[in-house]
Structure formats: structure tokens, C-alpha cells
């Protein structure tokens, strides 16, 4: 199965997100990301046989992070695959450390993919028409963040789709 770690926003975050969401939609097109998906990515693990899943869980159910709090203050793009999002100006050294560590826990398990270069970001938008961020409203977001998750990604005809796997501590 396909599967991410993530942090999945506070509920009165999720809707200020999806506001954001909504305004960038209107402006630049593309597919806007349900309110429900709205995630940072941490650890995109891609497909992992069954067997190996309950590891994974118990590994992750072991952990329990400090937390910390993120400060989302800019638009973003990445422009091959037409992609607008929110994330920090500035690097944030409680989730670069966070980053690390899961990459070094990860590893231990016996998983590759860890990225060279990591730019935290919420993705609102996908195949965006437009790149035009210009014109979009400030972004001044808190984000007060604890527990991560471990999500299933799957397809339906009409986009992607997460599943909670598990939780850490
Ligand atoms: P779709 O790819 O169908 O448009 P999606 O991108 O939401 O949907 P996934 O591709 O399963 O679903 O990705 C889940 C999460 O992992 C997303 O946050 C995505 O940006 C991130 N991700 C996907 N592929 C990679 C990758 N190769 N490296 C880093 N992060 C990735
Ligand atoms: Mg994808």
C-alpha cells in the first residue's frame, strides 16, 4: 500500500487552510485539495508490502514527539506539476529535526526514498492553470503540532484519497 507520514492540521486550522485553498482556486484553477486531505508531508514512504506494516506501526506508535509550533507566512509553487501551497519563510529547526529523526527511524526499518532536500509546504492546489501567487491574501497561519500519522493514499475516479494507518504517541 502507498503510504506518507504527515501531520494532519488542528480542525480550526484545517478551515483557515481551506479559505486559503478556496481564494487560490478562484485565482489560479486546478484541483483545490479537500479540506479533509490538507496535510504535511513528512516522509513519503510509497508502496510498502503488507508484511512490513505492522512494524512500521509499532515503530511509529512508539514515538512521541515534543511538538512544536510552525509558522506558515508564504505562497509556494512548484511548477511541473502545477502545484500552490502554503508553508514558512524561514526554515523551522523543530521540523527539519523532526524530519531527521523519522528518516533515521525509517531507515533502521529498512526503507529508502529519504529526499535530499526537504521544503515543508501544504499543498492546496494541484494542476493549477495559473502559478499567479502574486495577488493571493497574506498568509499568517500558527500551526501547534504533536502527533504525527501514518496514511494510506489511494486513488477514486475523482482524485486521491487518505486513510489514517496509525497514530504516535
Ligand atoms: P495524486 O498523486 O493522486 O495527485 P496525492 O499526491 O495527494 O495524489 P500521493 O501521491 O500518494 O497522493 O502523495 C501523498 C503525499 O506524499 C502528498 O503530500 C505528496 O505530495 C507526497 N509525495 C508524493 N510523492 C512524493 C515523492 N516522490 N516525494 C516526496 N513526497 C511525495
Ligand atoms: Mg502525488
Same mark, same amino acid.
Given at each position: 500500500?502507498?503510504?506518507?507520514? /504527515?501531520?494532519?492540521?488542528?480542525? $480550526?486550522?484545517?478551515?483557515?487552510?481551506?479559505?486559503? $485553498?478556496?481564494? /487560490?482556486?478562484?485565482?489560479?484553477?486546478?484541483? @483545490?485539495? !479537500?479540506?479533509? #486531505? *490538507?496535510?504535511?508531508?513528512?516522509? +513519503?514512504?510509497?508502496?510498502?508490502?503488507? #508484511? @512490513?506494516?505492522?512494524?512500521?506501526?509499532?515503530? *511509529?506508535?512508539?514515538? #512521541?514527539?515534543?511538538?512544536?509550533?510552525?509558522?506558515?507566512?508564504?505562497?509556494?509553487? +512548484?511548477?511541473?506539476?502545477?502545484?500552490?501551497?502554503?508553508?514558512?519563510?524561514?526554515?523551522?529547526?523543530?521540523?527539519?529535526?523532526?524530519? $531527521? @529523526?523519522?528518516? =533515521?527511524?525509517?531507515?533502521?526499518?529498512?526503507?529508502?526514498?529519504?529526499?535530499?532536500? +526537504?521544503? !515543508?509546504?501544504?499543498?492546496?492546489?494541484?494542476?493549477?492553470?495559473?502559478?499567479?501567487?502574486? $495577488?493571493? !491574501?497574506?498568509? =499568517?497561519?500558527?500551526?501547534?503540532?504533536?502527533? *504525527?500519522?501514518?496514511?494510506?493514499?489511494?486513488?477514486?475516479?475523482?482524485? !486521491?484519497?487518505?486513510?489514517?494507518?496509525?497514530?504516535?504517541?
Amino acid at each position: 500500500m502507498r503510504l506518507f507520514l /504527515a501531520l494532519e492540521p488542528p480542525d $480550526a486550522l484545517r478551515a483557515r487552510l481551506g479559505a486559503l $485553498a478556496d481564494s /487560490a482556486h478562484a485565482r489560479c484553477g486546478g484541483r @483545490r485539495v !479537500p479540506d479533509e #486531505s *490538507l496535510h504535511l508531508t513528512l516522509a +513519503f514512504l510509497g508502496e510498502v508490502e503488507t #508484511s @512490513r506494516v505492522e512494524a512500521l506501526v509499532e515503530w *511509529l506508535q512508539g514515538e #512521541s514527539p515534543a511538538g512544536g509550533e510552525w509558522r506558515l507566512d508564504r505562497w509556494g509553487t +512548484f511548477r511541473r506539476p502545477g502545484i500552490v501551497w502554503v508553508g514558512g519563510g524561514t526554515p523551522d529547526p523543530a521540523l527539519d529535526a523532526l524530519q $531527521a @529523526r523519522l528518516w =533515521n527511524g525509517l531507515e533502521a526499518l529498512g526503507h529508502g526514498g529519504r529526499p535530499t532536500r +526537504f521544503v !515543508p509546504h501544504v499543498t492546496l492546489l494541484r494542476r493549477a492553470a495559473r502559478l499567479s501567487i502574486e $495577488a493571493l !491574501p497574506p498568509v =499568517n497561519l500558527a500551526w501547534r503540532w504533536r502527533r *504525527l500519522t501514518l496514511l494510506r493514499s489511494f486513488t477514486l475516479q475523482d482524485g !486521491p484519497r487518505y486513510e489514517v494507518v496509525a497514530r504516535s504517541s
